[in-house]
């Protein structure tokens, strides 16, 4: 077969190769392969030979094989590794073709004509193939009625190339099954397309559906590109009629891409042809992105639809023109057109005339089907155009127009859509689930469609079609968010990572907008900053909704400044929250939350976590590790508002926090808690500071039906109680519960004496174990467990105690600390279950206080709700073994926590001078870190401990009312540590660093190092005699810089009396000095028994205005002895003296002493 006889393969010049091709009585299992099975170069002849050796052996066979003979098997056809450069036709005596790693092109055809080829299975498969060069792919089925006896299976998986069209044309077999995987279909120019009568209007489409009657089959591209950038070409065309009988069409994960100018599509169906889907069919695009700067799904003008789906999930489209449009049609009886989860902007450089809506449906006929669009979004000046309806129904839910939520008829109306049923965005519609077809019922408590045999999914559609890929979005990094918005519009999940922001801004996350067809919705925020007065709001439902997925929210080492976090409404049963490891900081004059209670909008109480009209049900809430900080008069860290519910086995769990709050730790504001039906309010190893009221204010406490309130080893430093209440139930098994808590406070429990009271019934307990009762902030020895209550405890109930101590007093008679009721007292080591477990669900206790659950008891005491995924870590023991940082913050002031081993600060803004006092007693080696910090003033007093203090690439500028840049006052204790290296220090006050203290303790370090440090007076001073007693005190590399000059006193280094003994060092050394002296004693200079004092290869400028103007300025007389060493050495002087000594003598004694000066330049 010649070049010449393959140039044009019409349908018609087909026939004598097939009756030639492939003869129908060559024997099974035969394979042919080329010479060389590998990749052979472009052009190469032998897949010709390879034709011309079968053409060989089907004509012998002709002549030798007897007519009679049966047929037993066909050939199966392998090519591995070669080139097509030829049109080529598989017909005759085939029912197998594998195509493996073949390169096909010179605008070769490869036709698979199914009609040709033999009766039953026919397989076709396409593996790693390139078709390039204007090449096409042809599967050509029957002109007429398919056969019945014939099936078709065609796998294309990893097909690439930068020119090809793959075209399936004419009627294919029932039960045809059609997979492209994994491709990228490329049509760059026009295309031919000459094999297939008709098929004219297909400029260049990457795949092509023509003329085909699809019954019992499935087509399916998945994960593949279809792209051209033929002027005027489509991605997907259809044309020449195509019907789908029981059949099914999906795309899932492709891109359709079009790049050809105005008259580009990403899916065109031609106008002449019709567009049929009847008998259960589906055509489904899922998870798609669409770029067109034409337009996108076009439909034609002759759409029919009954008893099937036309389906569009989860697209992103960057359009000129609607996303779906069709001319004419009809949409019939149980037929559905479903829209979800589609994001439709205007493409790059399609201008403000653009039309990029979701659907143009104007000219389509409703006639007893359904339209639904949900969760959908357009970014013109119209939504979208419904279709006329003659009976049926158009259902939309939650879609967006721009920024606008369309909530109701007239936004509908406004937006182009008339005639439309509107669902609130948090409701369940059958129509918009189910379709109605194959369902046989419908659950809306769940929100679940009840499906008929035969049907696949959750929507009970008649095809297994994909719906939306979970986590599709990644997390979004390093972003700064300036504007307010609504965030999460359909989406499964929404992520952040070190993202900030910025306020002041609201942020809100909606759970009723988010993607509810999923198993759980996930929102994310690790490292994140919010600051300047933001908001962050998780919103979630209206009431409980049976069928809405949980909520998974977690939020791991973030840091607020001025800022709110909001949980409220009612969220998802099963959600999970956790909070952890982060720094949440606020103060009443720069928070700018308002509270939603009635009458208190104008009150500022500066929390930062509010808990608004919260319900848990099933879920988990935990907070673990985190800070919460609140400055101001009213302020109260964390604030609630219209009450919060835990209900249905929910668990509260407050691990290993610091609350701080100079009025409430937890105020819950006009509102009540409630614990009930199982649920668990936890408060575990947390540290709670309050100089106000108390640790927590709520008008009613109520655990009711198995509701408990457990608090375990926390520690209360508070002003006035730590409960306060309006009253206090517990009730029908409930317990509450404060065991191993330190309570410096006046109070343990507040409650209005008039109208309430602490109940305790219906077979419930009320217990206090191992409490340690002690004063707080006021009042010293005036300390009670209530304000003198009398509870009313049911003869059912019991009030256990042990091991409470009073005032430094065990107490067995508890009346005496007002607990007016008896109380079960038991002795102090006894591990009795009924002061270690929830009763209800235990069954022992072992003798080292472990609780043995029955079932429904959970944890180490046997509580009644779970955690479920949730280790707390046993070496997380009490906040006061942490080093707390605070990051990204603006500051005004430093507070401090008594048992804490330290803070750290990093990239925080001071904006008024702040003292760092903390209170007494602090651990050893307290550290202390500042990193990258800006400061208008710093003074740090020493705590009665030794020190490691860090004050790293900091900036400070400092106004003329402080007395000192930094300061450092008392008396360090021994083996402290103090860095203050790469600063810039600018101030306006007489010092720069001023050392208000005669010590640093023995075995202490002082390191200056590469400083630039600017004062009006003294760069560096100690304003006392000083001692460097076994200890090191270093100022190297730095610049120091007096802003003026008057007299000797200006000093880059200024103390009175110091003294270097017991082998320690003062080292002044490669530093710059512009000043009227470099280091100044104004009192005597004792160095003594190993010590060392030296100043060495310093540049002096000094001035020659000053007469006393020296690198060295000794006012009074300098002793050295004891084995002690002076050491002047390397120091250039620009004017002025190396040493001024005002005539005092300077005196060496004792073996080994010495005093060098040497190597110093002075100019002239």
Not at 719 to 735: P, Q, R, V, W
Not at 954 to 959: E, G, T
Request: proline share 4%; net charge negative; hydrophobic share 40%.
């Amino acid at each position: 077969m010649s070049d010449r006889d393959t140039q044009s393969c019409s349908t018609n010049s087909l026939q004598p190769l097939r009756k030639l091709l492939f003869d129908q009585s060559m024997h099974s299992g035969v394979k042919i392969y080329p010479p060389n099975r590998h990749r052979l170069s472009r052009g190469s002849n032998t897949f010709m030979h390879t034709l011309l050796l079968l053409l060989l052996v089907t004509v012998i066979a002709m002549f030798v094989t007897p007519p009679w003979f049966p047929v037993a098997h066909a050939l199966r056809f392998e090519l591995v590794g070669d080139t097509i450069n030829n049109n080529t036709v598989f017909a005759y005596g085939v029912d197998s073709v594998l195509l493996d790693g073949v390169s096909i092109g010179n605008s070769a055809s490869v036709v698979f004509d199914i009609a040709a080829m033999l009766p039953g299975a026919v397989r076709i498969e396409l593996r790693d193939c390139v078709c390039d060069g204007g090449s096409q792919i042809y599967v050509l089925g029957y002109n007429e009625d398919p056969a019945s006896n014939r099936s078709l299976e065609v796998s294309v998986d990893r097909l690439s190339g930068r020119f090809c069209s793959l075209v399936l044309a004419h009627n294919l077999p029932p039960q045809t099954n059609v997979t492209i995987r994994d491709s990228t279909i490329v049509t760059t120019g026009p295309v031919s397309y000459a094999p297939v009568n008709g098929l004219t209007d297909a400029i260049a489409a990457p795949l092509v559906l023509y003329a085909t009657a699809l019954s019992q089959s499935q087509l399916r591209v998945e994960n593949s590109v279809l792209r051209t950038s033929a002027a005027g070409g489509m991605a997907l065309y259809v044309g020449g009629n195509v019907y789908l009988l029981s059949s099914a069409v999906v795309l899932d994960g492709v891109s359709l891409e079009a790049s050809g100018g105005d008259g580009a599509y990403a899916m065109y169906v031609s106008p002449a042809s019709v567009l049929s889907l009847q008998s259960l069919s589906v055509f489904s695009v899922t998870n798609t992105s669409v770029v067109s700067s034409g337009s996108g799904i076009v439909l034609g003008d002759s759409l029919t639809m009954s008893r099937s789906v036309f389906r569009l999930v989860r697209l992103n489209a960057n359009i000129a023109n609607p996303l779906l449009h069709a001319g004419g049609g009809t949409i019939g009886v149980d037929a559905w057109l479903d829209i979800y989860g589609v994001r439709v902007s205007a493409v790059a450089g399609a201008g403000e005339s653009s039309s990029s809506l979701v659907a143009s449906l104007s000219s389509v006929t409703l006639d007893g089907g359904v339209v639904s669009i949900v969760h959908s979004i357009a970014s013109g000046a119209t939504f979208a155009t419904a279709p006329t309806v003659t009976s049926g129904i158009i259902s939309v839910q939650c879609n967006r127009l721009g920024t606008k939520v369309l909530e109701d008829t007239n936004d509908y109306t406004a937006a182009g859509m008339l005639s439309v049923n509107v669902a609130p965005c948090f409701s369940c519609v059958e129509n918009q689930r189910c379709f109605t077809a194959l369902t046989s019922s419908f659950l809306p408590n769940n929100c679940t469609c009840s499906c008929s045999s035969g049907s696949f999914g959750r929507s009970c559609l008649p095809f297994d079609v994909p719906f939306a890929k979970l986590n599709s979005r990644p997390c979004i990094t390093g972003i700064t968010i300036t504007e307010s918005a609504t965030l999460g519009f359909e989406d499964p999940s929404l992520c952040f990572n070190n993202v900030t922001l910025s306020g002041p801004i609201t942020v809100i996350v909606d759970l009723r907008q988010m993607n509810t067809y999923v198993d759980s919705v996930y929102v994310t925020l690790s490292k994140c900053l919010l600051t300047g007065g933001a908001q962050l709001i998780i919103n979630g439902l209206n009431s409980i909704e049976e069928w809405m997925p949980p909520l998974k929210v977690d939020m791991k080492e973030d840091t607020s400044n001025e800022a709110t976090i909001v949980f409220q409404s009612q969220m998802p049963r099963k959600s999970r929250i956790i909070l952890d490891k982060s720094e949440l900081y606020a103060t009443t004059d720069g928070s700018l939350y308002v509270p939603t209670t009635t009458g208190e909008e104008d009150k500022k109480y500066g929390p930062v976590l509010v808990l608004n009209n919260l319900w848990l049900f099933e879920s988990q809430l935990v907070i673990t590790e985190t800070r919460f900080t609140c400055v101001g008069e009213m302020c109260s860290s964390i604030l609630v508002e219209h009450n919060l519910n835990l209900q249905e086995r929910t668990s509260f769990f407050l691990y290993g926090c610091l609350i701080y709050a100079q009025n409430h730790g937890m105020y819950f504001l006009a509102s009540d808690l409630y614990v009930l039906s199982s649920s668990v309010l936890s408060l575990q190893l947390n540290k709670w500071y309050s100089y106000g009221v108390g640790a927590l204010k709520s008008q009613q406490i109520v655990l009711r039906d198995r509701g408990v309130l457990h608090l375990y080893w926390n520690f209360f430093f508070v002003g006035y109680s730590i409960f306060t209440a309006s009253n206090i139930t517990i009730e029908k098994e409930s317990l509450l519960s404060l065991r191993r808590c330190g309570c410096n406070t006046m109070l343990l429990f507040h409650v209005d004496d008039v109208k309430g009271n602490i109940n305790v019934l219906d077979n419930s307990v009320w217990s206090l174990h191992r409490l340690t009762l002690a004063e707080g902030w006021y009042m010293a020895n005036t300390v009670w467990a209530t304000n003198d209550l009398y509870p009313v405890v049911s003869a059912d109930s019991k009030v256990y105690g042990g091991n409470f101590w009073h005032l430094g007093t065990i107490m067995n008679d508890y009346s005496f600390v007002k607990v007016n009721t008896p109380v079960t007292v038991f002795p102090t080591f006894d591990c009795a279950k009924e002061l270690y477990c929830y009763l209800p669900f235990t069954k022992s206790v072992t003798g080292s206080c472990v609780c043995v659950c029955t079932a429904g008891g959970y944890g180490p005491y046997c509580l009644p709700a779970p955690l479920d995924g949730i280790v707390f870590k046993p070496s997380f023991m009490t906040p006061k073994e942490t080093v707390y940082c605070i990051r990204r913050q603006t500051l005004g002031n430093i507070l401090m926590a008594e048992t804490h081993v330290g803070f750290c600060f990093i990239d925080v803004n001071f904006n008024a001078p702040v003292a760092f006092v903390p209170a007494s007693p602090v651990k050893p080696n307290y550290n202390i870190t500042f990193l990258r910090c800006n400061f208008m003033g710093l003074r740090i007093m020493e705590g009665n401990t030794n020190y490691l203090i860090t004050i790293d690439a900091s900036v400070f500028q400092v106004p003329s009312t402080e007395s000192a840049a930094l300061t450092l006052k008392g008396a360090f204790k021994d083996g402290s540590t103090i860095i203050i290296k790469n600063n810039t220090i600018t101030s306006l006050a007489n010092s720069g660093i001023l050392f208000d203290t005669n010590s640093i303790g023995t075995n202490s370090i002082v390191l200056l190092l590469n400083n630039k440090i600017v004062a009006v007076q003294n760069a560096i001073l100690f304003n006392s005699n000083y001692t460097v007693d076994g200890s090191s005190f270093v100022v190297q590399n730095s610049t120091l810089k007096t802003s003026s000059m008057i007299d000797e006193t200006y000093a880059a280094l200024k103390t009175l009396q110091l003294s270097v003994v017991n082998g320690g060092y003062f080292d002044f050394s490669g530093n710059t000095l512009d000043t009227v002296s470099g280091v100044m004693l104004s009192d005597a200079l004792q160095v003594s028994k190993n010590g060392l004092f030296r100043v060495a290869g310093c540049s002096f400028l000094g001035t020659s205005g000053y007469a006393k103007s020296s690198l060295l300025f000794l006012s009074v007389s300098a002793a050295l002895a004891d084995g002690s060493q002076w050491r002047m050495e390397r120091n250039n002087v620009n004017a002025g003296y190396i040493i001024y000594n005002t005539g005092s003598s300077i005196v060496l004694t004792g073996g080994g002493t010495t005093a060098v000066i040497s190597s110093n330049t002075q100019a002239k």
